[in-house]
């Protein structure tokens, strides 16, 4: 029924297209090959080549079949702002992960304005990558699936990302972004597979989705304003994560992030805030959870600001100086898979304050559940179990 939606969906893109004042840009007809076998990497390069330099706005048409490409960048300063990429298909990673052992991403989009991508899977083919990180053995870090770079004005919609070698997707100093309708796939065991990473990006909306990942749903970097997150289904993974934040000393804070509406399965974290224990001017403040559900997880509620390494020289101070504050936990229920189900645990040197806790149940083992606090203020409200330990 998704794929009949889906391809119905894109007969009608490509119908209203094909009578408007879009020139389309066939892979094909560039010498793209869809066996998944011949390299398609240059048929692509220059199929974005002529849908850059086209001064109508431009669609560029990967039919079904699947498409084997290596490393690609594709650079903005195009002659105009609408470049739309409809994928009938599949783009797939080369499967010998060494072919990426010095590059950090494998499909990139570099000060693009006006890209849209519709529909298709990107399949990284991490596991055999994955194995080699389970061995102990040297291995290369793993490249991203799809990073946005220095850009803005991006849609992506109805795009499914499997196996990605590392993280999914990446926003990276990216302005007004909407990701919708994404489906991210990966096994709770595959490292650093974190879902969708943002980092110095401002006005971002990711809806509509369902994340399955090896770390992060969805990981919160410095930097990050404006962030809206809605309707999401997470699990397997680590949750939705504000952080690491606070490993420089000059650190652009995070603030004005909405959580609401998300089911949490399974997973390691819920609902996290984390920072270095290191000395830093960053912050995290401006920052709402709304009626979230947690299904077994682990940590439903975590503050953390007393996060290291085992290495002692990485956190020489440690005590956190990330100012996490104005924080709102509102409408936060489910099951807790340990008796400690809010952890609340902030910096001897920067306590954290304005901490709410409104209308909170949270169980363990069919009982109500505990709660922690270190240096944390604030206040709760309407009903709250476990009960509340804020200052």
């Given amino acids: 029924m998704e794929k009949l939606f889906l391809s119905s969906l894109f007969s009608l893109l490509l119908f209203v297209h094909s009578v408007s004042a879009y020139t389309t840009y066939n892979v094909i007809s560039f010498g793209a090959n869809p066996d998944g076998r011949t390299d398609s990497t240059q048929p692509f390069r220059n199929a974005w080549s002529s849908a850059c330099a086209s001064t109508s706005p431009a669609i560029i048409y990967v039919p079904s079949g699947r498409y084997l490409l290596g490393h690609i960048v594709f650079h903005g300063g195009c002659r105009n702002s609408d470049v739309r ?56 870090t793993g490249a991203r699936s799809l990073v946005f770079r220095d850009s803005r004005n991006i849609l992506i919609n109805g795009v499914t990302s499997i196996s990605s070698q590392k993280f999914h997707f990446v926003l990276d100093n990216a302005q007004n972004v909407t990701m919708q309708g994404v489906v991210i796939s990966a ?24 994340i399955r990942t090896g770390d992060d749903c969805i990981s919160v970097g410095p930097g990050t304003r404006n962030l809206w997150i809605e309707n999401i289904a997470c699990g397997p993974g680590h949750g939705i994560s ?55 997880v682990r940590n439903p509620i975590i503050i953390d600001q007393n996060y290291c390494s085992s290495s002692a ?22 099951t807790s898979a340990t008796p400690t189900a809010v952890k609340i645990n902030c910096s001897v040197a920067k306590p954290c304050t304005g901490i709410r806790l409104e209308d909170i149940t949270l169980t363990y083992q069919n009982q109500i559940a505990k709660s922690f606090c270190a240096h944390a203020h604030g206040i709760a409200a309407g009903l709250i179990k476990p009960s509340s330990c804020l200052n």
């Avoid at 000393?249 to 997973?267: A, C, D, P, Q």
């Avoid at 020289?313 to 489910?334: D, E, F, L």
């Fill in 85 to 140: 990429i409809i994928i009938q298909g599949t783009l797939v990673a080369p499967y010998n992960y060494r072919e990426f052992s010095n590059i950090s991403n494998w499909l990139a989009f570099q000060n693009v304005n006006g890209v849209s991508i519709y529909g298709g899977t990107l399949d990284g083919q991490g596991s055999s990558l994955w194995y080699c990180k389970s061995t102990g053995n040297s291995c290369p």
């Fill in 242 to 296: 504000i952080g690491s934040l606070g490993w420089s000393l000059n650190e652009s804070g995070v603030k004005n992030v909405t959580v609401k509406n998300v089911t949490m399965t399974g997973t390691t974290n819920g609902l996290r805030i984390k920072s270095w224990a290191r000395p830093s001017n960053g912050f995290a403040r401006g920052i709402v959870f709304e009626n979230v559900r947690m299904e077994n």
């Fill in 187 to 210: 096994p709770g065991n595959s490292p650093n597979t974190d879902g969708i990473h943002v980092e110095k990006s401002t006005n971002v909306r990711i809806v509509n989705s369902g």
């Fill in 313 to 334: 020289t990485s956190c020489p101070h440690k005590a956190s100086s990330i100012t996490v504050s104005q924080v709102t936990y509102r409408g936060i229920r489910g």
